[in-house]
Structure formats: C-alpha cells, structure tokens
C-alpha cells in the first residue's frame, strides 16, 4: 500500500468520528464518585507527610515506556 | 502546588491508577515575585521557557513577570522529557481557596504541595472540556473497579479464615 492509499484508508476510518459531536461544559459528578473520591483522600497513605516517590517514579517510567515506544514505531 | 492529572496521581493507591501524562500543572499564586523565582528555579535545572508559543522573554524580571501576572499567563517549562505549565488558573478556584486544603507529600526529599483530590477533580468538572470529561469518566471507573477488587479480597479473605 504506498502513501496515498494508506491516506485514503485513514480518512475512511476517520469519516465516522468527523461528524461525532463532543460534549463540552460543566459536568454534575455523582454522589457515588464523590464518596469514592472521599475515601481516596483519607485513606492514611494520603495524609499529608506521606512518601509519594513510588508515585514519581511510576510516571517517569511510563513516559520512558511510551517514548521508547515511539521511537521504535 | 500540583493540580491536574499529576495531582490526581498523587493520590493513587496502586501504580494500576496512576494515569500517564506528559505534562505537570503547577498553579501558582498571582504573585510576580513567586512567578519570577518559578521562572529562575526552571531555567536553573535546564528547563525552556515558553510563552504564548514563544520563548519567554528576556529579560525575566519584575516587569515581565507583572504583564504575565496580570494577563494571568501561561508560562511553560520544557525540559528533561518533561512539560511543566506554571499556571495561574484553576477553573472554579482562586488560589487562595484551595492551598489551605492541600496535601504536602514527600518525593525524594523534597515536600511537594498537591492540592486536595477533591478541589482537583471539581476543577476538571468545572472545566468540562473533552478531555476533562474523558479522564473524569476514566478515573471514577478505576475507582469503581479498585473498591470491586477490594471487596472481592476482603470476601475471599474471609471466606479463608473461616475455613481456617
């Protein structure tokens, strides 16, 4: 398949999400996330002092992860 | 202090819900001197400064620092892999607001301020972009899932002392 093809082949894929329309504006979130959301914050690991560099470390390897992903593809 | 998806990731219990992004949101106070000395501690450890789409410019003082202030800029850090927003908008929030409630958790040695999970995720609601609502609906998912699989433990280990 050269270039032009693979072109046309992508913009057939893409024709259906073209006409999609993407809500936007404020969102009403639900009594039952914002429960959830109260649990994360006060479980004892998320208390103030604690040692979040797992954390850091965790993003630093998945941005090396998908930069190396990138470069090979 | 971190805002953001960053934020959130601060918050998570396991590396299963840590959400990967490039991109670091600091929310800064509307002060210049903070924002100046933002700009200096960037440009000390190798960051490129951008403004508008263009390098930040020069010299970075007081004046500068003023204009971006009062516009309420965005100025971004870029650098190491990384793309730091030194933001002074936090849709629904002034700053003032939200650093009382925040969390100050240790990475390294360093005490990194996050603002609290809650006025994060509220910022993301107000917002209401697309990809707002995306990571909205993504992450109320994984927590559903996480208390599933809790539950799930806690009946299996359950189950288990009682047989033993």
């Given at each position: 398949m050269d270039d032009d093809q693979e072109y046309e082949a992508l913009v057939r894929i893409l024709e259906p999400y073209r006409n999609m329309r993407i809500e936007t504006g404020p969102v009403v979130l639900s009594e039952d996330y914002l429960r959830m959301i109260e649990e994360v914050a006060s479980a004892p690991e998320n208390q103030s002092g604690a040692d979040k560099t797992w954390v850091e470390t965790a993003q630093r390897e998945f941005r090396e992860y998908f930069a190396r992903v990138a470069r090979e593809n | 202090m971190v805002i953001g998806v960053s934020g959130v990731n601060h918050y998570a219990?396991?590396?299963?819900?840590v959400f990967t992004t490039q991109d670091h949101d600091l929310f800064l106070p509307p002060d210049p001197a903070n924002e100046q000395r933002a700009w200096h501690a960037c440009r000390r450890e190798g960051f490129d400064l951008w403004c508008g789409g263009e390098p930040l410019g020069e010299p970075m003082d007081r004046v500068l620092a003023e204009q971006v202030v009062s516009r309420r800029a965005l100025v971004r850090a870029e650098g190491h892999g990384l793309l730091v927003d030194l933001t002074l908008v936090m849709a629904g929030f002034a700053f003032e607001d939200i650093w009382p409630r925040r969390r100050v958790f240790k990475v390294g040695e360093v005490n990194v301020p996050v603002a609290s999970l809650k006025d994060i995720v509220a910022s993301k609601a107000a917002a209401g972009r697309p990809k707002d609502r995306l990571f909205l609906a993504t992450h109320e998912e994984a927590l559903r899932e996480l208390g599933r699989r809790r539950r799930g433990w806690s009946s299996a280990a359950s189950k288990k002392n009682r047989r033993g």
């Open positions: - | 219990q396991t590396a299963g819900l």
